[in-house]
T-cell receptor, first 115, second 112 residues
């Protein structure tokens, strides 16, 4: 049981380039989400998914796309990277709940620099 | 939407002393309040959480208290150890919602 895995760990992009940050979990969790972490800003929700085929926007969705074709994977796409997207990105997942919010498990993060 | 304020932003304590971190939230409908510890270069890890039907919860040296009326909750770490040094985040979420709103974090340093 690997938990939540993210690849790559580090990435440097030039402005305008595109890339996909990968996130996978092997815990059969329905809920998955992406956060970005910037110095002094805490973690801010980008997009989330409550199950395969269902995604929705969080607090800071602009410039990012997501899709959820399987329960295990939740990739985050940057279509045209901008320096403002330099950040550390975390993926998280949570098991199905009966109505109460449950523990979110975080991956190790991807550190992205956009030049 | 929900707004979570966390303070202090930095905290230094002597080994063996207690540390207290406080958070306030704005949405009275929020009912789930986790605390995460983040070590350098790693993802946040849940250390304790509390739901709005409970006023206090303890787990060994860690405790969390919740005051729903005042809309604030606190993390208490007793007998601090150097390995407690990390950044701590509080968060809040509403009933049936998966969306966590985080505070901006507290960097705790435990001085041997």
């Amino acid at each position: 049981n690997a938990g939540v895995t993210q690849t790559p760990k580090f990435q440097v992009l030039k402005t305008g380039q595109s890339m996909t940050l990968q996130c996978a979990q092997d815990m059969n969790h329905e809920y998955m989400s992406w956060y970005r972490q910037d110095p002094g800003m805490g973690l801010r929700l980008i997009h989330y998914s409550v199950g395969a085929g269902i995604t929705d926007q969080g607090e800071v969705p602009n410039g990012y796309n997501v899709s959820r074709s399987t329960t295990e994977d939740f990739p985050l796409r940057l279509l045209s990277a901008a320096p403002s997207q330099t950040s550390v990105y975390f993926c998280a997942s949570s098991p199905p709940t009966s109505g109460d919010t449950d523990t979110q498990y975080f991956g190790p993060g991807t550190r992205l620099t956009v030049l | 939407g929900e707004n979570v304020e966390q303070h202090p932003s930095t905290l230094s304590v002597q080994e063996g002393d207690s540390a207290v971190i406080k958070c306030t939230y704005s949405d009275s409908a929020s009912n789930y309040f986790p605390w995460y510890k983040q070590e350098l270069g790693k993802g946040p890890q849940l250390i304790i959480d509390i739901r709005s039907n409970v006023g206090e919860k303890k787990d060994q040296r860690i405790a969390v208290t919740l005051n729903k009326t005042a809309k604030h909750f606190s993390l208490h770490i007793t007998e601090t150890q150097p390995e407690d040094s990390a950044v701590y985040f509080c968060a809040a979420s509403g009933a049936g919602s998966y969306q966590l709103t985080f505070g901006k974090g507290t960097k705790l340093s435990v001085i041997p």
